[in-house]
């Protein structure tokens, strides 16, 4: 995710691993991350945007190298992902707040098979532990600025957990919509 971060763009990653030891300059990020789930199955971000196309260029990055990654690996062709990737402009403090614990803790959401859980990497080990590695620094900073530590932002998360569980048979999470259960 790193790697497939930056303005200028890397051919491989199997090249980039043997040009590893030359000194790079750093290059411009894409996006922030600001949090993070990968599931088994699926995947969440909430990223800020740094440059214009930031996102859309990250995600066509990332979706096209996992892609070309996973083919090769098990000697396939084709597309992976369904459709393209969907995003949302947050556009409310209150939906911020709720996304980002949806997705800093988003496994905790869905029943995954415990012989699964060793695939699942979230952000939220970052923000338990104040070890940023994908999570932008400055981002990181700003949202336990927001809930006062790591101690505060945790909890925000455990008690939203349970409000989008009782939420998930609707189509949407913006608050602003009154959805019909699915039945």
Not at 4 to 22: C, D, H
Not at 82 to 109: D, H, P, R
Request: with cysteine.
């Amino acid at each position: 995710m790193r790697e497939f971060n930056k303005v200028e763009g890397i051919v491989s990653l199997a090249n980039l691993r043997k040009t590893q030891i030359e000194a790079k300059p750093l290059s411009e990020p894409l996006v922030a991350i600001v949090a993070y789930c990968l599931n088994p199955n699926h995947f969440h971000f909430v990223l800020k945007q740094l440059v214009d196309g930031g996102i859309s260029e990250f995600m066509k990055r990332l979706q096209g190298g996992y892609t070309y990654y996973f083919n090769v690996k098990h000697s396939r062709s084709g597309s992976l992902f369904q459709g393209t990737f969907k995003s949302q402009l947050m556009g409310s403090e209150n939906y911020f707040n709720k996304i980002i614990a949806y997705v800093n803790k988003n496994y905790q959401v869905h029943s995954i098979p415990k012989n699964k859980t060793k695939f699942i990497v979230a952000s939220d080990y970052e923000y338990e532990n104040n070890n940023f590695n994908l999570v932008s620094k400055s981002e990181s900073k700003n949202i336990l600025d927001i809930f006062n530590g790591s101690k505060n932002f945790k909890r925000h998360c455990y008690e939203i957990i349970p409000i989008i569980r009782e939420e998930r048979g609707k189509t949407s999470l913006l608050e602003e919509e009154n959805l019909p259960d699915r039945g």
